[in-house]
């Protein structure tokens, strides 16, 4: 790496002559998620001084979410941390004691995690029957065997054939579908039972992948990414004590919150001599509420920047304040991506990034908690799985508005009950969470209990005492749970879209570093079992894990980049 120095010759970087002026470079960061914490932390630890994160909502942690009521810590969004070999997430909770008080149920170690390993899962029909233990564990098995087909495309690079469509949803259906009526030993009513499961089986997995179907997720690319080795864990007392922990050593400063931005200016060194380049917007455009600090476009009082000076990068907020900067890290949702790329980066994306975000999937996966009273499930339940009989022979898990309710997968029983009372969770994805979150509270707790006192046959189950429920779908500055590898795309659209800006178009290789976009891993983000910019040792052998940011590589080469022209800083990360 070169020093500040010998790179402020380069006539095609005109960042390196701003920071020979300044000395530090300003890096901006904005999103106070757990991306966007884990960078600032590692900046500020390698001698960096002019950092800021903008963080839009009121609170640090992105999508964790974790709801304290009497005693127990609910989570609305991270959960569980997935695996332990050489995770960092974990190691971070377990050296600071946050594991002390998890019990040995609650390190499930199977595919499908559960909060708690203990007990069966329970899995009625609509006609208010469970169905047998044994055809249950026969179906699992055989769709168990079937799901690692699905792994086995992009890792042996078998080929796709036609009629699965590169569909995950498609070729899992139909192939679990032959198997069941090819079997010469089961009865048509066990055929048809088994037929049902399937769909349930296919929500289930929708919602770990916050899809809005399975149909939806890249068959070639499934296998890309891979569960980390080593049991799930939760975190008792809150998800939120591992971002308070990464937030630890950031001066208070440094974060400002309510602080949503309109736009990034960049490759500003190259455009103009100094001072934004910003556009007056017109009436038309959905940005237009400007808030108390002039209008948009114009330079409020207090802006940060000397004239003499050139930044390559401004950041517009939308209270108008412009934030002059010489690297801007975005760590934003890529369902705000899909939302506002057009208007959130003057100039325009390149061409690549734009596909990029096209091709990527995001999807909304909510939780439903409803505490009851008294459980009216047996002590060896620990979920209750909701299986439609009318569904044997359904190739679609999309519903009508009205029917939004049969997306419900099912509900988990939260363990132990000492800790967190007799509460449900239930689960839900997809264009059907969307409707559900328009509906209030109430419509949706008489609609889950209609649906327990169907699926077990119990008229008397009382309405819960209270429902807590995420919106992550609507809320503006998420738009969606976390991403996944939609049909047409695969892990190289990832990269792509976090490659820094700006290169040259002959090589595609960064220049001046002024904008690294760190979006979404491929799983929900606070959920991801990585923290980017810190311990990339972690990634250099199994770079494509199902629960890893993979964008973490290309913010570590970032970071490291920064720290060569700051000639007292650390080496490394």
């Not at 498609?170 to 037929?195: H, M």
């Not at 209270?319 to 790329?341: F, M, N, W």
């Amino acid at each position: 790496m070169q020093s500040c120095e010998s790179s402020g010759d380069s006539a095609d970087d005109p960042l390196s002559r701003g920071l020979r002026r300044r000395g530090q470079p300003r890096v901006v960061v904005i999103g106070a998620g757990l991306a966007g914490l884990a960078a600032a932390k590692a900046l500020l630890e390698q001698g960096f001084t002019d950092v800021t994160v903008l963080e839009a909502s009121s609170h640090i942690g992105g999508r964790v979410q974790s709801v304290k009521l009497g005693h127990a810590t609910f989570e609305l969004g991270a959960t569980w941390i997935h695996g332990s070999h050489g995770n960092p997430i974990y190691h971070l909770a377990e050296a600071n004691g946050l594991l002390e008080e998890t019990t040995d149920g609650e390190r499930s170690v199977g595919r499908i995690s559960l909060y708690s390993k203990n007990g069966v899962a329970c899995y009625l029909t609509n006609h208010g029957h469970r169905i047998p233990k044994d055809v249950v564990e026969e179906f699992s098995d055989l769709y168990n065997e079937v799901y690692n087909l699905t792994q086995e495309f992009f890792r042996h690079d078998k080929p796709v054939n036609a009629e699965s469509q590169n569909s995950v949803g498609v070729f899992t259906r139909e192939e679990v579908r032959n198997r069941i009526r090819d079997d010469p030993d089961d009865p048509e009513a066990t055929k048809r039972l088994k037929l049902a499961m399937i769909q349930q089986y296919l929500k289930v997995e929708s919602c770990e992948s916050s899809s809005h179907s399975m149909d939806e997720v890249s068959l070639s690319a499934f296998g890309e990414w891979t569960e980390i080795p080593g049991a799930h864990h939760i975190i008792p007392s809150g998800f939120m004590r591992i971002v308070e922990l990464l937030a630890e050593g950031i001066p208070a400063h440094v974060i400002q919150l309510g602080k949503p931005v309109r736009c990034v200016h960049w490759d500003q060194a190259s455009a103009r001599p100094r001072g934004p380049e910003i556009e007056p917007r017109g009436e038309g455009d959905h940005n237009q509420d400007t808030g108390e600090g002039g209008q948009a476009g114009e330079e409020p009082p207090g802006s940060r920047w000397d004239e003499e000076e050139q930044w390559p990068v401004v950041v517009e907020c939308e209270d108008c304040e412009l934030i002059p900067a010489d690297h801007v890290i975005v760590t934003v949702s890529l369902g705000v991506l899909k939302r506002q790329y057009t208007s959130f980066f003057r100039p325009g994306l390149p061409t690549e990034k734009v596909a990029a975000i096209h091709r990527l999937g995001i999807g909304t996966t909510d939780k439903i908690f409803l505490e009851f009273e008294e459980p009216f499930w047996g002590p060896e339940c620990n979920s209750l799985q909701f299986v439609w009989e009318d569904e044997a022979e359904s190739r679609t898990l999309t519903y009508p508005p009205e029917l939004w309710y049969r997306k419900i997968c099912g509900f988990d029983v939260l363990y132990p009950p000492e800790r967190y009372g007799h509460v449900l969770s239930g689960w839900i994805c997809g264009e059907e969470a969307l409707v559900m979150e328009k509906c209030d509270d109430e419509a949706v707790a008489e609609i889950c209990t209609e649906m327990l006192r169907q699926f077990t046959g119990n008229p008397n189950i009382p309405k819960p005492r209270r429902i807590l429920r995420s919106a992550w779908g609507s809320n503006p500055y998420f738009r969606g749970s976390y991403s996944y590898t939609q049909v047409g795309s695969s892990g190289a659209d990832v990269e792509k879209l976090a490659k820094p800006l700006p290169y040259t178009e002959s090589s595609k290789t960064a220049v001046g570093l002024e904008l690294l976009a760190s979006s979404d891993p491929p799983a929900l983000a606070s959920e991801s079992a990585g923290i980017p910019g810190i311990r990339p040792h972690v990634w250099t052998e199994e770079f494509s894990k199902r629960y890893v940011f993979a964008l973490s590589i290309n913010m570590f080469f970032f970071l490291s980049q920064l720290l060569a022209q700051v000639p007292d800083s650390k080496q490394g990360l």
